[in-house]
Antibody, heavy 112, light 110 residues
Framework: EVLLVESGGGLVQPGGSLRLSCAASGFTVDSNYMSWVRQAPGKGLEWVSL???????YYADSVKGRFIISRDSSKNTVFLQMNSLKVEDTAVYYC??????WGQGTLVTVSS | IVMTQTPLSLSVTPGQPASISCKSS???????????LYWYLQKPGQSPQLLIYEISTRFSGVPDRFSGSGSGTDFTLKISRVEADDVGVYYCMQATHLQTFGQGTKVEIK
């Protein structure tokens, strides 16, 4: 059974950093492409970042230069390092395997 | 790529059909010959769930009341007979050029 469990969310001040984790089971993260998608409170879905099997990574313009996606095959986990956080980064962050399996999400709140 | 959904909200009588349109700002036909257009339903308080992949193929467990069609830049999701369990927000998403979501269409029952 495919399972994705996000963690690492919380309250952080503007300019701060957080690292989100997505622990996967039922498959290996380096044999699939993995994405992060976010949803601001009461808003729609926004793609944030993805990492392909070959390790190439891509970012939405809104987070480019501030967020870094990575994976650790030994832990079967995908990460999202978020730096220089802004109030507008406040959202539930979902981890997604390819397009079909989503985690339950982790809430990131950026506020002073 | 910009994905534009219409309508943004829909109120449907149970048993009646519903249709949602999704238009992309450029063709979603990939160099490999596939079109990476997906439809999701996000029920209240839940993560999005995949309904349709590559325009028209229903994901595992999705009732045949749901169907997808289209090509190039114009796509449609149809529900043949809406049920109470179908309420939520429907999103189209393209994955031909990285990923982009439509704004969402909120479906409620009359």
């Amino acid at each position: 059974e495919v399972l994705l469990v996000e963690s690492g969310g919380g309250l952080v001040q503007p300019g701060g950093s957080l690292r989100l984790s997505c622990a996967a089971s039922g498959f290996t993260v380096d044999s699939n492409y993995m994405s992060w998608v976010r949803q601001a409170p009461g808003k729609g879905l926004e793609w944030v970042s993805l990492i392909y099997r070959d390790g190439n990574s891509y970012y939405a313009d809104s987070v480019k230069g501030r967020f870094i996606i990575s994976r650790d095959s030994s832990k079967n986990t995908v990460f999202l390092q978020m730096n220089s956080l802004k109030v507008e980064d406040t959202a539930v962050y979902y981890c997604v395997r390819r397009v079909e399996y989503w985690g339950q999400g982790t809430l990131v709140t950026v506020s002073s | 790529i910009v994905m534009t959904q219409t309508p943004l909200s829909l109120s449907v009588t149970p048993g009646q059909p519903a249709s949602i349109s999704c238009k992309s700002s450029q063709s979603l036909l990939h160099n490999d010959g596939k079109t990476y257009l997906y439809w999701y339903l996000q029920k209240p308080g839940q993560s999005p769930q995949l309904l349709i992949y590559e325009i028209s193929t229903r994901f595992s467990g999705v009732p045949d009341r749901f169907s997808g069609s289209g090509s190039g830049t114009d796509f449609t999701l149809k529900i043949s007979r809406v049920e109470a369990d179908d309420v939520g927000v429907y999103y189209c998403m393209q994955a031909t050029h990285l990923q982009t979501f439509g704004q969402g269409t909120k479906v409620e029952i009359k």
